[in-house]
């Protein structure tokens, strides 16, 4: 079995699935972090291999896994709040600039979302176990629009060695979560909590020596392990 890391450039899962004795690899269009093992846009990779073009699916074996860490910025309520004209630095913009604006994030939305179906319908059609991973505060357009329901949502992932609370729920494709116990206590580790403020959300105690957007998208490597121990192998 090897596991392909989709969407994930830190590397985080990637080094905890080589801990546990299995090879894995990141595929990602960024390497900030220096782990990415293959530089490709994915979005690309993910419409070519739906049509029946040569793709990173091509390689990819029915034991192996899928972890697809799909990018959540055009389904959460954000965008919902933009779409409506209720985000309070549009206040002052005209109906014209509102429906505009509204527009243009509808057609994004609707390509991301026919972009995260495609994903699904590959690995459907090629027996390839997936796991896909998004946030799971509502509203979110996933939960009322996708016809596949998450097999899993983790409530507080700091219960189980993470950073953030940030409900999140995980999809799972071809196989079922195992749900084994994993015994070993947890390390401490400091949280951040993500909360509202002035119309967008904000990180208190966070990293300082991190950005905004990196302490949002960052994942204990502790909450890693547990989560591949616990419902992929």
């Not at 960052?218 to 547990?226: E, G, M």
Request: glycine share 4%.
């Amino acid at each position: 079995m090897k596991a392909h890391c989709l969407f994930e450039q830190s590397g985080t899962f990637k080094n905890e699935f080589k801990k546990l004795g299995i090879e894995a690899l990141d595929y990602d269009i960024q390497n900030e972090y220096g782990q990415t093992d293959y530089v490709v846009d994915l979005f690309a990779e993910i419409v070519g291999g739906y049509e029946g073009k040569p793709s990173i699916f091509d390689n990819i074996l029915e034991e192996d896994v899928i972890l697809a860490f799909f990018p959540c910025t055009r389904f959460e309520a954000q965008i919902q709040l933009w779409m409506s004209g209720n985000c309070h630095s549009m206040k002052n913009w005209s109906d014209e600039k509102k429906i505009e604006y509204a527009r243009e994030k509808h057609k994004e939305l609707a390509e991301y979302y026919q972009i995260f179906s495609k994903l699904f319908l590959i690995c459907l059609k090629r027996k390839l176990r997936l796991v896909v991973e998004n946030p799971c505060t509502p509203p979110h357009y996933l939960i009322t629009y996708f016809p596949i329901k998450a097999a899993l949502i983790d409530k507080d992932r700091t219960l189980n060695g993470d950073y953030v609370k940030k409900p999140t729920q995980y999809w799972f494709v071809n196989f079922q979560p195992t749900n084994n116990v994993v015994f070993e206590p947890i390390i401490e580790v400091p949280t951040y909590t993500i909360c509202g403020g002035n119309g967008s959300n904000r990180i208190a105690n966070l990293d300082k020596t991190k950005s905004e957007q990196t302490n949002r998208s960052t994942i204990h490597p502790q909450y890693a392990n547990r989560f591949i121990r616990q419902f992929i192998l």
